[in-house]
């Protein structure tokens, strides 16, 4: 058996039977074994694409950073707006790193350990042993503002601030100690995150995501086009006037754009399963659905996120 299947194999065991024992672990966490994004799946975001290939050295080639006369920086920090593409980079990162890739949903992990306070110290030695003994890995903690996080629901002023950060620090650096772990944080919110996470040896480094408009995006919706003409097998837009569309609505995020573009092939599926006439995309389709949006966005109390294909 190749090595590279044995090593998957390894990881999903071992994350299947850390996952058994802990319960938060298994609601807030996922492990993609052989994640498979390229940098050239991801439209724009040059200057970050850049930073994470810088980091995958770390994995790929570490005696470079010695070379140079300097080390890779402990951790990286993500910071960003939802639906920017954060996720979708460190899945990159752990492609270009051959690395799995375990993807923490912090603000619900926080709420899953608060509820199981008792098993915390015990959860901490398990994590460490799970990933000493796991092969080379990347591992993102999503959202590390952590009570400001609407993905729980709502803000939690109410959590226990100092306990959490106890662990979350304790958690953090049990990670960064495995020199074969690769380790990437986020946050939406950097206005409001606690600076413990920035001393030296935790996240040493920053990085920007922030989409240029209308380049950016455009390259995003294009990817998604092309993407979703090959799963067809045939073409499915017109001539379509990317940078018009995106021009006629300054608020969405890039994964409300490209959800927003999936709204309108679902649109012309339906068209064609009630037999009515569903011709290609054209840059009034999308134009229209950006109308839609902006109505929802005026009647609900959404936020700037979406989910970046």
């Known amino acids: 058996m190749p090595d590279p299947v044995v090593a998957r194999e390894r990881a999903t065991n071992l994350w299947s039977s850390f996952e058994r024992k802990f319960p938060p672990i298994a609601k807030a966490s996922s492990l993609d074994a052989q994640p498979a994004v390229g940098v050239e799946q991801i439209g724009g975001l040059a200057g970050a ?12 080639d570490p005696d470079v950073y010695a070379r140079w006369g300097t080390a890779p920086p402990s951790a990286l ?13 460190v899945k990159a990162l752990a492609t270009r790193s051959g690395t799995a890739f375990i993807h923490v949903l ?3 992990f926080v709420v899953e350990v608060v509820h199981r306070g008792g098993q915390v110290g015990e959860l901490l030695e398990q994590w460490s042993q799970t990933l ?3 092969p080379p890995v990347t591992v993102y903690f999503d959202e590390l503002e952590f009570s400001q996080a609407e993905a729980i629901g709502s803000r939690r002023p109410d959590l226990p601030v100092g306990p959490i950060m106890d662990f979350l620090l304790d958690l953090l650096e049990r990670t960064i100690a ?3 772990v690769l380790v990437v944080g986020s946050t939406s919110q950097p206005d409001t995150l606690r600076p413990a996470f920035l001393a030296p040896g935790r996240f040493e480094r920053v990085v920007e995501v922030n989409p240029v ?3 950016d995006v455009v390259a995003a919706l294009v990817l998604h086009k092309d993407a979703a003409e090959k799963r067809a097998g045939r073409p499915l837009f017109e001539a379509v006037d990317w940078e018009h569309v995106v021009a006629s609505y300054a608020g969405p995020s ?3 754009w490209v959800r927003l573009l999936h709204a309108v092939l679902r649109r012309k599926a ?3 399963a009630a037999h009515e006439a569903a011709g290609p995309v054209t840059t009034e389709d999308l134009v229209r659905e950006v109308d839609r949006l902006r109505q929802t966005r005026g009647r609900l109390p959404v936020s700037g996120g979406g989910i970046y294909l």
């Open 270 to 272: 339906r068209c064609e």
């Open 213 to 215: 408009a209308p380049d």
């Open 77 to 89: 920090l993500l910071i960003g707006r939802e639906g920017v593409g954060k996720t979708l980079l």
């Open 49 to 60: 694409k850049e930073e994470v290939l810088t980091y995958a050295c770390a994995a790929t």
């Open 178 to 180: 495995c020199t074969h």
């Open 106 to 108: 912090l603000p619900r």
């Open 254 to 256: 890039t994964g409300e």
């Open 132 to 134: 000493a003994e796991m």
